[in-house]
Each structure stands twice: as structure tokens, then as C-alpha cells.
């Protein structure tokens, strides 16, 4: 953006009812109320989660508006998705970084707007507010899932298999690419890594299949090795994966050859925003046969076990080391 603090901008009343409360829903009294009405569906559950994203971290200043909008909403479908639910509302709370102009809104809302009828969303309310610094955009979203029929990270048991949705690593090596990383790195693979890291795939597709056979899921925000870890201590088990079934794009692979920690990056690094779940393993071969229609693919990459914590074995067969696990938002690395 190219906006200096001296220029007018029109005030958060003129904002919301110019840019964001033609595509709000009615409950939404066209956001002229400090709250919205829902009516829950007849033997349904809402499931409820929130994401944010900040600039600098998960984007950056001279993103398009309109993608980043995207990227916020997407990281919240991808929750959803991996519980088992279907999108239905989004609440938006718009932190303003120092640098805003109205052009920049207007992007961030006809992006929002266009993503929002493609996933089936409707805005319901929110806020905006000023960071003294960069942007900040944090998204609440609601779902609806048949009742009862909610898929948590507790569930898995010795014997399960693992499966994971996509490729792996993708999106945390468009990070280190972003940063001055990979420059050896071939064009078409770099932009492969760089697209990845800016539009997550949420993998709404997957719902019915996952109330039909997981016995736990979530999304892999922070790093397939950290979150499956998290996944096994929420359900009390361990977990076994061979290196080799985990998927991994062409690009990663060529970034892989290239650097030698770039591997670790990628099964640690975050933002892949793909399903890791776990079923019952005598269903293995209609859960990876339920893809063949859709753009992406089902892995399956190891098996829960008893015990704790998560052991990657290399080619050789050998457990890998992991410096760093998972992305961790306190500043540390875990």
C-alpha cells in the first residue's frame, strides 16, 4: 500500500455499511446492531471455531488485499471441515494496520464476499479496530453438523490408521521462500511453494467422509509432526510413520534436494492447513478409494499405537530427530 496518514478515510460507520453489509446475513440486520440472530437447524450442532492471521506472519503487507481476505477465511473452513461440519457463518473482527486506505478495503471485501458465496458463508458481524502497527484479521466461524455426530481429536485408538489429505510442507517452504530462503530453488517449483503459502486448499469435500469413518481429526496448522503429537496426547496414544508415505509435493521434493534443512522445515514448519485423521484401518480402502474424484488425494501415512508421543522413520529406518516439532504462536519453537 501506498497510503500516507495524512489522507481522509472514511469513518468504521461508513466502512461497515459501505464495504461489508451487502453480503451480511439478515440476522445481521444489515450490521446496524452490536449482534446477530441465528436460528439453529432442527437436530443439528454448531461447531465453532476461530482463527487469525497477522501480517508479517501469515501474509505480508504487499499481499493482494483480496487474497489475504481469502487466506482468513480458508484457515477457519479447514477447522470445520476436519470436525466433520459444513460452513454456514462467519463473524469478522478487522484489525486496521497503520497503513490503510479505502482501495485496500475494498479488495479485502470483494475478496471476502467472493469466497464467501463460493464456501456457502454468510457474514453475521464483527468489528474493526486499530493495531498501532500491521494488519491483524481474526475470523469466527459457525458450522452445522448432524447432531452428535462431531469428530474431536480424543477418538483414536492402537490399531487405527493415520491418513492425511494433500501434500505436506508446501505452504511453510513458501514461507522460507518469502524470506529470502530457497533462492536456488527452480521458478516453477518456487511458485508452486509461494501460492500454497498465500491460498490455503481448505478440504470442505472431506466432511461426510470424515463423520462417516474418523475416529479423531483435526487440521494441520502448526506442523504435521507437532499436530499429530497434540493428537495423540488429547487421545492418550502414540503414532508410527514412515517417512516415505508421507506425501510430498514436487516442489517440496526439489527444495528438499536442494537444502538440507528443508525437510524438517516442511514437516514442522505450519500453514499446510490439510486434514490429519485416524479410522479404523479395515476401512482404509474405501476412505483412500473416496478421492478419486476430487483434486486432491488421501495418504495414509502410519498407524496409532500404545505408548506416547510420535516416531518418523526415515528410508533407512531410523527414527528422524526433529529439532523442532511444530510452530509454536507464544514465539517459542516446541
Request: negative net charge; hydrophobic residues 40%; aromatic residues 8%.
Amino acid at each position: 500500500m501506498n497510503s500516507k496518514q495524512s489522507e481522509a478515510r472514511i469513518s468504521e460507520a461508513q466502512l461497515i455499511r459501505k464495504y461489508f453489509a451487502p453480503f451480511a446475513n439478515k440476522g445481521a440486520f444489515n450490521l446496524k446492531d452490536d449482534a446477530a440472530r441465528l436460528s439453529p437447524v432442527p437436530d443439528t450442532d454448531y461447531v465453532i471455531t476461530q482463527d487469525a492471521i497477522a501480517e508479517g506472519i501469515h501474509f505480508f503487507a504487499e499481499d493482494p488485499p483480496d487474497q489475504i481476505a481469502r487466506k482468513a477465511l480458508r484457515v477457519n473452513l479447514s477447522d470445520i471441515a476436519a470436525k466433520g461440519g459444513e460452513p454456514k457463518y462467519i463473524s469478522l473482527a478487522l484489525g486496521l494496520g497503520t497503513e490503510w486506505n479505502e482501495e485496500w478495503i475494498a479488495a479485502f471485501a470483494k475478496g471476502l464476499q467472493e469466497d464467501c458465496t463460493r464456501f456457502g458463508v454468510e457474514l453475521t458481524g464483527g468489528d474493526t479496530f486499530s493495531t498501532g502497527s500491521g494488519f491483524i484479521i481474526s475470523i469466527t466461524k459457525i458450522g452445522e453438523i448432524p447432531k452428535n455426530q462431531y469428530v474431536s481429536r480424543i477418538g483414536a485408538k492402537p490399531a487405527d490408521a493415520i491418513f492425511v489429505t494433500g501434500s505436506i510442507g508446501d505452504a511453510a517452504l513458501g514461507l522460507k521462500a518469502r524470506l529470502g530462503g530457497l533462492k536456488d530453488l527452480d521458478e516453477t517449483s518456487l511458485e508452486v511453494l509461494l501460492d500454497r503459502y498465500l491460498l490455503p486448499r481448505p478440504r470442505m469435500e472431506l466432511a461426510r467422509l470424515i463423520r462417516k469413518f474418523a475416529t479423531s481429526s483435526m487440521d494441520i496448522s502448526d506442523g504435521f509432526v507437532g499436530d499429530l503429537e497434540k493428537l495423540c496426547d488429547a487421545s492418550g496414544v502414540s503414532a508410527v510413520v514412515n517417512l516415505a508415505d508421507i506425501p510430498l509435493s514436487d516442489a517440496v521434493s526439489a527444495a528438499v534436494r536442494l537444502e538440507s534443512n528443508a525437510l524438517e522445515t516442511a514437516l514442522s514448519g505450519g500453514d499446510d492447513y490439510e486434514i490429519l485423521f485416524t479410522a479404523n484401518a479395515d476401512n482404509s480402502n474405501e476412505i483412500l478409494a473416496s478421492c478419486s474424484s476430487w483434486d486432491f488425494n488421501i495418504s495414509q501415512v502410519g498407524e496409532i499405537v500404545e505408548g506416547e508421543g510420535v516416531k518418523v522413520f526415515d528410508t533407512k529406518g531410523e527414527v528422524m530427530e526433529f529439532k523442532n516439532k511444530s510452530y509454536d504462536h507464544s514465539g517459542e519453537r516446541s
